[in-house]
């Protein structure tokens, strides 16, 4: 005899007590009961390319507002780090979304054949920014020649693509290894300093003599924390997928018109996080969430144009060890398409 499921026995379980203690009465709530236990959900295993950051800001009030539930999606949020092959997880099935801080990584996985493909852009701008002194400022590529600039190893691909950008020779530049410490910029060790605009508390030491001139100003053009899943993925739920982004979607306007409570529930979610840090840097993250691009058209919006020239540049760099990917391998509007009217335009 076939033994009925866990959850065939709680729904019968619950049933019962319901009309042990309403009757007839509980009639209306029965039919809602059963049609809830009848209908699936369908289970987001979000992968991470890190540490979980205000980057999932939108995300985590998405859930906490019900807006996943809203699309019969249930939402678990899964952590990168330095010893967790994010992409490698969403190609291989056991994440079915993922989440990485550069679109560089998804044209490099799909050269090497990894079947994934992205699907949203959640920063419109990439907030990778070189940083130097009042007293000794680097305000565009041509300043950087006969610098010291201080980058982490992960990072020294953008460096060379912003030189060939600009027709500077990498001989012309010194370059560093280093961490996410902005000290040495301070003591003189280096001229520049490399890290994204969004890390308000490693900033910190730099006060108020830090000078900015951000990647894409200086002609690398990337999307930061770009949406991915895998071709399986795409091609079998395409309803579900198209679910993911509507709620993620929701979830960054609710925390456009909504600030302090969506950083209130992020930090609720993951109490590590500083309140009041984050307090200072929502609005820079929803700078960069939000521009021009998705008042016209939505949270998330990308163009082909933009993923094109990213990989004519890194080809440029013969970086694709197979060869360059073609575009729609890379990337689909087809989310994007089946979506806009329900992500919210702000900018």
């Not at 209306?28 to 980057?55: P, R, S």
């Amino acid at each position: 005899m076939t033994r009925p499921s866990f959850l065939e026995m709680n729904r019968r379980a619950l049933l019962k007590s319901m009309v042990a203690f309403g009757g007839a009465a509980t009639t209306g709530t029965l039919v809602g009961i059963e049609k809830a236990f009848a209908q699936d959900t369908f289970n987001v295993t979000m992968q991470l390319g890190w540490l979980a950051t205000n980057g999932i800001l939108g995300e985590v009030v998405a859930d906490k507002k019900g807006f996943f539930a809203e699309e019969g999606l249930t939402l678990d949020i899964v952590a990168g780090g330095p010893n967790v092959d994010g992409v490698a997880s969403v190609a291989s099935g056991r994440a079915n979304l993922g989440q990485i801080s550069s679109s560089p990584s998804l044209m490099l996985a799909r050269s090497a054949g990894l079947p994934i493909k992205c699907i949203a852009a959640g920063y419109q701008q990439h907030p990778f920014t070189y940083f130097s002194l009042k007293d000794n400022p680097v305000n565009t590529p041509q300043d950087l020649i006969g610098k010291r600039v201080a980058t982490n190893g992960t990072a020294r691909i953008l460096l060379r693509a912003m030189l060939a950008k600009n027709g500077i020779s990498e001989d012309d530049v010194e370059v560093m290894v280093m961490g996410s410490d902005m000290a040495p910029l301070m003591t003189g060790q280096v001229d520049v300093v490399t890290g994204w605009k969004t890390n308000t508390s490693a900033l910190a030491i730099l006060g108020d003599q830090r000078n900015d001139m951000t990647l894409w100003d200086a002609g690398i053009q990337l999307y930061a924390n770009p949406y991915y899943v895998n071709d399986e993925t795409l091609n079998e739920h395409p309803e579900q997928v198209n679910g993911m982004i509507r709620a993620i979607s929701k979830g960054w306007g609710y925390a456009y018109e909504n600030r302090e409570e969506a950083v209130d529930i992020l930090v609720e979610r993951y109490p590590n996080m500083d309140r009041e840090m984050e307090l200072a840097t929502v609005d820079l993250v929803l700078d960069y969430s939000f521009n021009e691009e998705t008042a016209a058209k939505g949270w998330g919006t990308m163009t082909s144009e933009n993923w094109q020239a990213q990989i004519a540049i890194y080809d440029q760099l013969d970086q694709f060890e197979n060869g360059a990917p073609s575009l729609e391998d890379v990337m689909t509007l087809s989310v994007l398409e089946a979506t806009e009217a329900a992500r919210p335009k702000y900018g």
